[in-house]
């Protein structure tokens, strides 16, 4: 009975954790114009890193860099260097959508498996091995070649990261966040509110430390090495 809200669980040391997201992560449809050079790939790639950090979705990022590299090589190399092209990203359930549209609606990507996985086709071949599906939607004179990754959400606003996540979620809500003022009881935090109460909570962990004599500088060390382990642990998994 306890004072578990749906869709609360305990995880292995007896804490209460959610199974969902507390205050959602925000991730609106993005849209690039550009014109499909070979000199574009490398800043889309690092676009992609940047928007999907922002999206909180780091493990997602290589697929997608793949991905959009491939789907915009195919346009250079089989409608023309210098055709007026578009990147757009959304989230389409808990899988990551990628679109890349062009102007030419008579050439067609192709997947062509070959034993020596010849140049022809090889591009959609690496796109075919890390998305969960991908395909063409044809509009009039252009087109748009599609592909949807797969994540680690639950939900399109959720979040990753696991039981650490899990349990700071947990106790930004027992620590009784302020609701805004007019707003009705009880209504959720926004994320950037909720981040912002983040911070104050490390800091009055910090104070704790300090009233008990230790060394906040190094305790902070020693957290950030956690962070990174945890990180690396992450990449490797999902390598």
Request: overall charge neutral; proline content about 2%; hydrophobic content about 45%.
């Given at each position: 009975m306890g004072g578990d809200t749906l869709g609360d669980r305990l995880?292995?040391?007896?804490?209460?954790?959610?199974?969902?997201?507390?205050?959602?992560?925000?991730?609106?449809?993005?849209?690039?114009?550009?014109?499909?050079?070979?000199?574009?790939?490398?800043?889309?790639?690092?676009?992609?890193?940047?928007?999907?950090?922002?999206?909180?979705?780091?493990?997602?990022?290589?697929?997608?860099?793949?991905?959009?590299?491939?789907?915009?090589?195919?346009?250079?190399?089989?409608?023309?260097a210098g055709t007026p092209t578009c990147l757009a990203v959304s989230m389409k359930g808990?899988?990551?959508?990628?679109?890349?549209?062009?102007?030419?609606?008579?050439?067609?990507?192709?997947?062509?498996?070959?034993?020596?996985?010849?140049?022809?086709?090889?591009?959609?071949?690496?796109?075919?091995?890390?998305?969960?599906?991908?395909?063409?939607?044809?509009?009039?004179?252009?087109?748009?070649?599609?592909?949807?990754?797969?994540?680690?959400l639950q939900t399109a606003d959720g979040h990753v990261g696991g039981t650490q996540v899990a349990k700071v979620e947990a106790l930004l809500g027992l620590c009784g966040l302020k609701v805004r003022a007019g707003s009705p009881p009880r209504e959720p935090l926004s994320v950037m509110e909720a981040a912002e109460a983040a911070t104050g909570l490390v800091a009055d962990l910090l104070h704790w430390l300090r009233a008990h004599g230790f060394d906040t500088d190094e305790a902070l060390d020693r957290a950030h090495l956690h962070f990174e382990a945890g990180v690396e642990a992450e990449d490797v998994t999902s390598s």
């Open positions: 995880d292995e040391g007896g804490v209460s954790v959610m199974s969902g997201c507390r205050f959602g992560v925000e991730r609106k449809r993005w849209e690039l114009p550009f014109l499909a050079e070979a000199e574009e790939l490398a800043g889309l790639r690092r676009v992609m890193r940047l928007h999907l950090g922002l999206w909180g979705l780091p493990s997602v990022v290589h697929s997608a860099q793949v991905c959009v590299t491939e789907l915009v090589s195919n346009v250079i190399k089989h409608v023309g808990s899988l990551l959508r990628i679109e890349v549209s062009d102007s030419d609606g008579r050439t067609l990507p192709t997947l062509v498996k070959t034993a020596g996985l010849t140049e022809q086709g090889r591009g959609m071949a690496l796109v075919d091995g890390v998305a969960v599906r991908w395909g063409v939607i044809l509009r009039g004179d252009s087109k748009i070649t599609w592909c949807e990754l797969a994540t680690d």
